[in-house]
């Protein structure tokens, strides 16, 4: 049975700084891996989905990078902004790709 | 818009007043999915459809039902409520096959069963 981790469970920095998010899975034989944020209360707005092809994929101040071999993928941050404050997810797909498995999160909060 | 539509946004019902929540979505997707959010729980998958008139049980489907009699629409059943299916609800769809396109998700119903 798949299951995702993500280290780590809340994180605290100063405005500006770059940072690194992680996420583990346990079966490496996945399809894709996908970056969610959610605010709170809110819905999850998708950020990045990296295909299992693919090592990396980037999106404006983001970076998402996939090494499925040892089950690993990290979320880069660079110049982080108070408004970058939320949790973060990732998800992997098991079942033939369609069922996701979420991690439990990590909740950033940018300090200005 | 692209979106995935979910009404209604907050609901606070009494213990055993049967409740449906709705779930529309614009994007032709084949796939959709109902999932429920709670403290320390994370996100865990109910029931998911891979298209019409195909559902299949998720993770937690005791005291749900769901339906697919459309492509868009993917309501979520409460046929008699209880307190411990207090929690927050997200509607997610996507397009089917290997390798994926990535989950789009509704906005969330927020569920109070007193």
């Known amino acids: 049975k798949q299951e995702v981790t993500q280290i780590p469970a809340a994180l605290s920095v100063p405005e500006g700084e770059n940072l690194v998010l992680n996420c583990s899975f346990t079966?490496?034989?996945?399809?894709?891996l996908q970056w969610f944020r959610q605010d709170p209360g809110k819905g999850l707005t998708s950020l990045l989905l990296?295909?299992?092809?693919?090592r990396e994929q980037t999106s404006g101040r983001l970076n998402a990078s996939l090494d499925k071999s040892s089950g690993r993928s990290t979320l880069y941050i660079a110049a982080s902004q108070p408004g970058d404050s939320a949790t973060y997810l990732c998800?992997?797909?098991?079942?033939?790709?369609?069922?996701?498995?979420f991690g439990p999160g990590t909740r950033l909060s940018v300090l200005p | 818009e692209a979106q995935v539509t979910q009404n209604p946004r907050y609901l606070i019902t009494v213990t055993g007043k049967k409740l449906t929540v709705t779930c529309s979505q614009n994007?032709?997707?084949?796939?959709m999915s109902w999932y429920r959010q709670d403290p320390g729980l994370g996100l865990r998958q109910i029931y998911y459809?891979?298209?019409?008139?195909?559902?299949d049980k998720g993770d937690v489907p005791e005291g749900y039902k769901v339906s697919r009699k459309e492509k868009r629409n993917f309501p979520l059943i409460l046929e008699s409520p209880s307190p411990n299916q207090t929690s927050l609800y997200f509607c997610?769809?996507?397009?089917?096959?290997?390798?994926?396109?990535?989950?789009?998700f509704g906005s969330g119903t927020r569920l109070t069963v007193v």
């Open positions: 079966d490496s034989a996945i399809y894709n």
């Open positions: 994007m032709n997707h084949e796939y």
């Open positions: 998800a992997v797909p098991h079942n033939y790709g369609q069922n996701f498995v």
């Open positions: 459809s891979m298209n019409v008139e195909v559902t």
């Open positions: 997610a769809s996507s397009f089917k096959g290997q390798g994926g396109y990535g989950y789009t």
């Open positions: 990296i295909q299992s092809s693919q």
